[in-house]
């Protein structure tokens, strides 16, 4: 089976990113989708972060204790 395939590539720093799309994927629909990835990524930041700050709580309060 062959398909066709749009690929958005953006280099940062030494890595390189990849999209890829139908080749008849709308943009608004390419946009939707996007906005989706991108929701998903910052709820993953900010559970790393609420992490952060629990561990950081804590080891404040064992800190004090001692």
Do not use: C, F, T, W
């Amino acid at each position: 089976m062959l398909k066709q395939q749009s690929i958005i590539e953006i280099k940062k720093g030494e890595r390189v990113y990849q999209l890829v799309l139908a080749m008849d994927s709308p943009l608004g629909e390419v946009h939707d989708v996007l906005y989706q990835m991108r929701s998903y990524i910052i709820e993953r930041i900010n559970e790393a972060y609420n992490q952060d700050k629990i561990k950081e709580k804590d080891s404040e309060l064992e800190q004090k204790s001692d």
